[in-house]
């Protein structure tokens, strides 16, 4: 398939090939120690960074979604397939065959939305050919992404001009050009405009973040010291520009995507407050919601309803894209929370966490229309390596209520912190607890998982 000059898959479907890899290539730098460190952020080659649909698929393509009245998108993060890349080509091979039954049933499978760590365990060039071309070689639609905090990393001595300089190369290009590490795999690079960057497309408009490059109980920010005041800067005025597209008519459903979470209950990984309250205050002062915020970074699928002046807003965490180590959800003294666990964040906005599954790899589909926004977490059954909905939800758009499994999702409007013998509030800031179980750990030097 190729449009406006973009290759996005091999003209023959080939099988998986990888226990042919190097032991070499797949272990990585595993064994490798580094202190990540905050870096600054590229610029963007485009100003504004922003990309529209119609720029990377036919017109005709484009004009078929928007006569069907819907968009059809999958995303995921955290795919790059170190150590084990079994699961990463499982994963890939599950959205291909998603991508094929959704385009012979309505032609309708846009793109790709990648959440960050397209490679391990640091971002270099080498790794890109294993990692992301051979695995998506099939996979017959336009790929974006945001970057990962592994994509960004550097070690000591690294030979690159920049941090992020390989994902720059491999997605950031001004034209579609095949990337000499793609090898024979026929997939050209993308052309974002920058490594934070707004995605338009029919029925929904995607503000992608860079977190930057912390790890483990360190937290991702967009904004101060290395990484500068750029992105946030661009933030505030997409959600500017969005906020006059609504008061002109245009219902899109608005996500902001950022690869560290807002919230979760990973083991190996924190929520990320100061990164919320950068985002939080942005919004505050351009006067407009998201009507959803996706993540990855943590291992495993994870849904919180957030309720905002009375809005319910999904949460996603989806990082369980086929790096080989899922995360655990952590357990209190009586074991892992069963949903829903209600409590609220530290801002005493109500925040529940609605469904988790940290046994299985899978990935979100998300349907899109004028008057709703759907997603689906499909899990991958570890025998078969076939996809079934685990997960699902409805968000209606005008009235900003949320559905699950066609019940109405029911958040009161505020509650307390919940007692100890209950679980815990959902953490928000790092000075509180985290929802059912206790304090997590810091994890233990720098090692790059």
Known sequence: MA?????FAD???????????N???????????????????PAPWASPPVLSLDQVLDPSDVAQIQSAGSIVFHSVGDTGGAKDPSHQFAVADALTADLAGKT??????????????????FGQ?????????????????PIFTIPGNHDGVLYSGEAVPFSLQPFYSNFCRQTPTHADIAGGVYRTTMTQPGVYFTLDAPFVKIIGLYSNTSEGATQGVISGGAAGTAQLTFLEQQLANALVERNQGDVRALIIAVHHPPFTGSSQ??????????????????????DMVLSGHSHLYERYTRVVENRQIPFVVAGMGGYFNLSTFISGSSGKPTPPVTGTDADGNPLTLEAYNDTQWGFLRLTVSAASLGAEFLALDPQTGAAAVQDRF????????????????VVPAKRPALKESKPKKLKHKASQ??????KRKPSKGGKRR
């Open 104 to 121: 012979r049933q309505t032609g309708l499978a846009a793109f790709f939305y990648h959440l960050g760590d397209v490679v391990y365990y």
């Open 11 to 21: 003209p023959t479907p080939t099988p998986d090939n990888y226990d042919t890899f």
């Open 23 to 41: 032991p070499q290539d797949v272990f990585a730098d595993s064994s490798i120690y580094t202190t990540p460190v905050p870096e600054p952020i």
């Open 394 to 409: 409805t968000l209606d758009l005008s009235q900003h209520i949320l559905t699950s499994g066609g019940a109405a999702i």
């Open 125 to 141: 060039e080498k790794y890109y050919y294993d990692q992301f071309y051979d695995p998506c070689r099939n996979y017959k639609a």
């Open 433 to 438: 607890k985290t929802s059912a179980p206790p």
């Open 269 to 290: 990984h924190t929520p990320n407050p100061v990164m919320l309250t950068d985002i939080d205050n942005t919004c505050a002062q351009a006067g407009i919601l998201p």
């Open 3 to 7: 449009s406006n000059g973009f290759v």
